[in-house]
T-cell receptor
Framework: EAGVAQSPRYKIIEKRQSVAFWCNPISGHATLYWYQQILGQGPKLLIQFQNNGVVDDSQLPKDRFSAERLKGVDSTLKIQPAKLEDSAVYLC???????????????FGPGTRLTVL | AQSVTQLDSHVSVSEGTPVLLRCNYSSSYSPSLFWYVQHPNKGLQLLLKYTSAATLVKGINGFEAEFKKSETSFHLTKPSAHMSDAAEYFCVVSLSGGSYIPTFGRGTSLIVHP
């Protein structure tokens, strides 16, 4: 079974530039998550999709970050314009949706390491 | 609201000695609880999960965790540490009922000395 795919693996940009990350979840997984992991901290959930609908985006800085999952499969996370503090690893994860509100295991991609200069 | 607290940022043990990584949570609902491990330059991997079945949960590589509702804890243990256990460990809590919105702890770095 193929895992969660992310690209690119590394990205270096200047501040105020734009950047986009792509994620392809495990086939059949209805739930997709984007996390930001700053060095030395735990992952912070940015946005969670259930199929192509947003379940939670309360921690997404909407003035500069956007995400979409148009066909309920792969997803794109964009930052425009980037700031120095956006330097982090961006993780994508997917999971199966279970009835009754219990969630299944999250499967994580390798992440994209973003450096903003 | 829900939150998770990992009580130690670093835990240092000798190879062959027991491991204890502490996690306390708060949740308005019956939680689902997870431990994930992150080895250097590798992705996050599930160690074990609790979803209201048995309170003592066994995971991979000899790890286990006990859900204690009265103490709101979900500590991770292993009887004998191995060098390959050196990694970052994350405790995760989620709501049950309605939407699952995961919250990660800050992580505990496990250091294993020869």
């Amino acid at each position: 079974e193929a895992g969660v795919a992310q690209s690119p693996r590394y990205k270096i940009i200047e501040k105020r530039q734009s950047v986009a990350f792509w994620c392809n979840p495990i086939s059949g997984h209805a739930t997709l998550y984007w996390y930001q992991q700053i060095l030395g901290q735990g992952p912070k959930l940015l946005i969670q999709f259930q199929n192509n609908g947003v379940v939670d985006d309360s921690q997404l800085p909407k003035d500069r970050f956007s995400a979409e999952r148009l066909k309920g499969v792969d997803s794109t996370l964009k930052i425009q314009p980037a700031k120095l503090e956006d330097s982090a690893v961006y993780l994508c994860a997917s999971s199966e949706f279970l009835a009754g509100g219990y969630t299944d295991t999250q499967y994580f991609g390798p992440g994209t390491r973003l450096t903003v200069l | 609201a829900q939150s998770v607290t990992q009580l130690d940022s670093h835990v240092s043990v000798s190879e062959g000695t027991p491991v204890l990584l502490r996690c306390n949570y708060s949740s308005s609902y019956s939680p689902s609880l997870f431990w994930y491990v992150q080895h250097p330059n590798k992705g996050l991997q599930l160690l074990l999960k609790y979803t209201s079945a048995a309170t003592l949960v066994k995971g991979i590589n000899g790890f286990e965790a006990e859900f204690k509702k009265s103490e709101t804890s979900f500590h991770l243990t292993k009887p004998s540490a191995h060098m390959s256990d050196a990694a970052e460990y994350f405790c995760v809590v989620s709501l049950s009922g309605g939407s699952y919105i995961p919250t990660f702890g800050r992580g505990t770095s496990l250091i294993v000395h020869p």
